[in-house]
């Protein structure tokens, strides 16, 4: 992964839990770079890592954490450079999920190793279903922070259900959503 990832683990680490804590997580990691580079392509591992050692010193269990972690990426990536790309990319939850691959193909511009996710999105009813491909494993808790960030960021209320897991020998991690103007 990119080091704009790490970064952003980093943030949310050190916003919420302080300094000292980001500092004793990386320790139990392993982690003996002093800061990530954003445009550095990194070994999945290390962020891998990082999660666990996270989820072992909080005492929180990993996919808790991994879906706090994507309602967070929304929000980080909204102050940066790629904030003015989502919210071109759509208006709505449904817009934006539905787009997720044609930004992911512009953001490839900028990293040229970019290996990202895909998401097909399918109506069913008045709800949407995401089917997420990666070749990355245990990451549909990120999703789901994912997909309840992008409601939080257009002011939508989210309901994310998962309804098919790789883990469980899917062929694809898929989620139902239903989103709405929240009130």
């Not at 005492?59 to 919210?87: H, K, N, S, T």
Request: with cysteine; glycine share 8%; proline share 5%.
């Amino acid at each position: 992964m990119y080091g704009m990832v790490n970064q952003a683990l980093e943030a949310l680490v050190t916003e919420r839990f302080g300094a000292e804590t980001w500092m004793s997580v990386r320790q139990k990691a392993g982690i003996s770079d002093p800061a990530f580079i954003t445009m550095k392509q990194y070994p999945d591992e290390v962020t891998y890592s990082l999660a666990v050692a996270l989820s072992e010193h909080l005492q929180e269990p990993l996919a808790d954490l991994l879906r706090a972690f994507g309602v967070y990426w929304v929000a980080y990536a909204r102050r940066g450079p790629w904030g003015r790309i989502m919210l071109a990319s759509g208006s709505s939850t449904y817009e934006l999920l539905a787009s997720l691959d044609a930004m992911h193909a512009r953001i490839a511009i900028s990293f040229p190793e970019l290996r990202p996710p895909s998401f097909k999105v399918r109506p069913e009813g008045h709800s949407i279903v995401v089917d997420y491909h990666s070749h990355r494993p245990g990451l549909a808790p990120f999703v789901i922070g994912l997909i309840e960030g992008i409601g939080t960021l257009f002011g939508e209320s989210v309901t994310v259900e998962q309804v098919a897991s790789k883990d469980a020998g899917a062929t694809v991690d898929s989620f139902r959503v239903s989103a709405c103007k929240a009130s």
